[in-house]
């Protein structure tokens, strides 16, 4: 099978989860620090924390962000169900702002117009769809003006760049920026995620939260007389300051995380080159582009998106799924629009309020896009899109 993404695994990723299962340290071990580390200098960011997973990490940040009951959260609803259960986790209230359909990032003027309409909008959540950063200078003057906190989802977005060359996750425009190592990611550590921020009293509290809501690093004692002992403190003492959960990430995952993360651009050098071949072989048939027009230079290449008029073709998107399926090839919609999940609909969200993503929905189809894709079957699968298609040739495309 051809999937639409898939992770890469070499003997040195091996190894490192061996030398970890043989170290007789097996979670809160050495591993954690130096992959958050390793992950916070390459981003250029003060701080990171290691979590179980990506929805673990975006939990955490709207937690820290303060969003919570009578505040509400903006994200896309070009996204993957995560992003906005972020608000309902803590208790506040997901809005979307539409996408823009060049990008399908979140649309400036979308936010502007929601951030108008919900003054209690305490964070945006901007998504970096497929890898290719949000205009991110101008969604943090925006979140500022109202007053709201910056955390970038960019679970597909580790190693893409912003257009002035510093890295995404360097959180020059946010508070905080999450990733997702889940396999199809552009790294992965099974299941994982991080948060890179540069506020140190946000690290702090994300450190607590991440661990049951106690004491981290050294946070002032809340009851500092419950601690002394003579007039000492206690070498068993800890508090828990605040409600926190156990996201904690395993040394399991770490070294494997560290491991993967040394291949990081190695991998998107070659979704590069895949990307620039597809661009060409399909660039040239009607009816079919590329989901992000511009821009994508500098993009993690998550995924690769394409905008089909399945009308205009004659033929419908899941007849094309599942012929390509019985040709070994698996491809995915991303994604189905977040208000048209049935618990959004009962939150009262109706998805034609956000007639891009709708438009946008209609026409998306993802194709195999992964560091082990070979040339050859990239070719078997342009030849068997457009078999499937019905792709006619033009110079004037469509
Ligand atoms: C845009 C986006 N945000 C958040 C997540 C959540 O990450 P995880 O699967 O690691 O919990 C994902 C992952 O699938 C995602 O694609």
Not at 94 to 120: H, R, Y
Not at 132 to 143: F, H, Q, S, T
Request: with cysteine.
């Amino acid at each position: 099978m051809i999937h639409y993404g898939r992770h890469h695994l070499d003997e040195e990723d091996i190894q490192a989860v061996v030398d970890v299962l043989r170290s007789g340290s097996l979670t809160q071990g050495p591993a954690i620090d130096v992959f958050e580390q390793a992950v916070a200098k390459y981003v250029g960011a003060k701080y990171a924390v290691a979590v179980s997973s990506g929805t673990a990490a975006l939990h955490l940040a709207a937690l820290a962000a303060g969003v919570g009951p009578g505040k509400s959260l903006i994200t896309s609803p070009i996204t993957f169900v995560a992003s906005a259960n972020a608000a309902l986790y803590v208790g506040g209230r997901p809005v979307f702002a539409d996408i823009d359909p060049d990008t399908v990032n979140m649309s400036l003027g979308s936010l502007k117009e929601a951030l108008a309409k919900n003054p209690d909008a305490r964070a945006v959540v901007p998504v970096h769809f497929a890898g290719l950063p949000c205009d991110m200078p101008a969604i943090k003057l925006a979140a500022d003006r109202a007053g709201a906190v910056v955390i970038e989802d960019a679970a597909h977005a580790l190693g893409a760049t912003y257009p002035d060359g510093s890295r995404v996750g360097s959180c020059a425009h946010s508070q905080m920026t999450m990733f997702s190592f889940h396999p199809v990611k552009a790294i992965t550590t099974g299941e994982g995620g991080m948060i890179t921020t540069n506020d140190e009293s946000a690290y702090r509290k994300l450190l607590r939260l991440r661990s049951h809501g106690i004491n981290k690093l050294d946070d002032p004692l809340m009851l500092p007389e419950q601690a002394l002992v003579n007039g000492v403190r206690a070498p068993w003492y800890y508090e828990m300051e605040e409600l926190g959960y156990n996201y904690r990430i395993t040394e399991i995952q770490c070294a494997l995380g560290l491991s993967q993360f040394r291949k990081l651009d190695k991998f998107i050098r070659r979704r590069r080159a895949l990307v620039g071949a597809y661009d060409k072989a399909l660039g040239e048939f009607r009816y079919c582009r590329p989901a992000q027009a511009e821009g994508r230079e500098q993009s993690g290449h998550h995924l690769y998106t394409l905008r089909l008029k399945f009308k205009s073709l004659g033929v419908e998107r899941a007849r094309v799924m599942q012929t390509l399926r019985e040709q070994g090839i698996v491809t995915q919609v991303h994604y189905v629009p977040v208000p048209m999940h049935p618990h959004y609909r009962r939150l009262g969200l109706n998805p034609q309020d956000y007639p891009n993503a709708q438009e946008y929905y209609e026409e998306a189809l993802s194709i195999p896009l992964f560091f082990d894709l070979t040339d050859e079957q990239q070719k078997f699968v342009i030849n068997a899109l457009e078999l499937a298609c019905n792709f006619s040739r033009s110079p004037n495309r469509a």
